[in-house]
């Protein structure tokens, strides 16, 4: 089976989650820096780790709106859509991953400081592991 690869978008850098084989659990990848070589590091990604879908996140503010942070993650999707061939690209609601992620990574005794250069891979395992629940509710 194909791995399913997690994008968690941010404006400095991309959170990265990948599965394993069988599609059941996510696991993190370092993230990966909002510049000009990021679409072909995603690119390279997908074909290195026989990737057939790619779950890029969408934030959206608790109340349903749209916010800046949403536009971005638009502009990745449509980005990694036009640059990734050989896989299906999706979007998939990802409200509150981050804090999620920093209160997990705070609660396994890691401090703000540390948690910087993790968080975002955390908040992209968060999001691929909801969306492969969700594919298991089906």
Not at 52 to 68: A, H, K, Q
Not at 91 to 101: G, I, P, S
Request: one cysteine or more; proline letters at 3%; charged letters at 25%.
């Amino acid at each position: 089976m194909a791995r399913i690869l997690g994008i968690d978008p941010g404006s400095r850098r991309c959170g990265i989650a990948i599965t394993d084989t069988d599609q059941t659990m996510a696991f993190p990848r370092p993230a990966l820096v909002v510049d000009e070589s990021l679409m072909g590091k995603i690119a390279q990604l997908v074909e290195d780790e026989s990737v057939g879908l790619v779950v890029v996140g969408r934030p959206i503010s608790l109340s349903g709106n749209e916010t800046e942070s949403t536009e971005q993650a638009d502009e990745l999707f449509r980005a990694v859509q036009d640059r990734v061939h050989h896989a299906t690209v999706i979007q998939w609601d990802e409200r509150l991953t981050t804090v999620e992620a920093q209160r997990s990574l705070s609660g396994a005794g890691m401090n703000q400081r540390n948690q910087r250069s993790h968080v975002d891979s955390a908040a992209a395992v968060i999001m691929l592991q909801h969306y492969l629940d969700g594919l298991s509710t089906d």
